[in-house]
């Protein structure tokens, strides 16, 4: 009789180590939270991910680090849709020296890789000379077709236009990545 009450003892610490071991297991291939955030923006559904946004725009995915609404306020002065719209190219610059490089790089990698899904050629360089073999282009080299995007710091944050170089200036480092994701809802239409 004992040997039977040490057999079920022994089973039933066994499930218990069990249950443990796989209620762990799925907390780390599945998460904590089988809740999926979403938030919807003039009809496009946003999907929250750890490290971004994600949105079906005309049939394709596209990434950001902010919604819609976080970035509406970012200043805009110009028509800049009918300059970044329907582009097949658009060359991006900023000054190799800046403080700001690091945050700028950033956020022009992550416009291409976004651009890049929807066929759109990213072009980046710098406004001079540098050590990383990169095409120097600056404002004067904007054009209908390939418009250019100056990168730069500035104590307020803003984008706009001189003369046909469109101009992307942030005041912070986490505002130059505000300002990639509203100069990618303006190519895309989400704003205006």
């Known amino acids: 009789m004992k040997e039977k009450k040490e057999k079920k003892r022994w089973w039933l610490?066994?499930?218990i180590v069990i249950i443990m071991i796989g209620t762990?297991?799925?907390f780390?291939?599945?998460g904590f939270s089988g809740v999926e955030e979403k938030v919807k923006y003039n009809g496009i559904v946003f999907v929250k991910f750890p490290d971004r946004w994600e949105a079906k725009i005309n049939g394709r995915t596209a990434a950001f680090s902010f919604l819609p609404a976080d970035v509406e306020n970012?200043?805009?002065s110009g028509d800049l849709s009918k300059r970044l719209q329907d582009k097949p190219e658009i060359d991006i610059t900023y000054d190799s020296n800046s403080s700001n490089s690091q945050s700028i790089a950033l956020a022009e990698h992550q416009?291409?890789?976004t651009l890049a899904n929807y066929g759109i050629y990213v072009r980046q360089g710098f406004t001079a000379n540098s050590t990383f073999e990169l095409p120097v282009?600056?404002?004067d080299d904007s054009t209908l077709n390939v418009p250019v995007v100056y990168f730069r710091y500035s104590n307020s944050t803003s984008i706009g236009l001189e003369g046909d170089c469109i101009t992307a200036e942030a005041s912070s480092s986490a505002d130059?990545?505000?300002v990639k994701d509203r100069l990618l809802y303006i190519i895309f239409g989400v704003l205006k």
Request: net charge positive; hydrophobic share 70%.
């Open 176 to 178: 130059f990545i505000k």
């Open 111 to 113: 416009m291409s890789l």
């Open 24 to 26: 762990s297991f799925s």
């Open 137 to 139: 282009i600056i404002c």
């Open 74 to 76: 970012v200043p805009v």
């Open 28 to 30: 780390v291939f599945f």
């Open 13 to 15: 610490i066994l499930f």
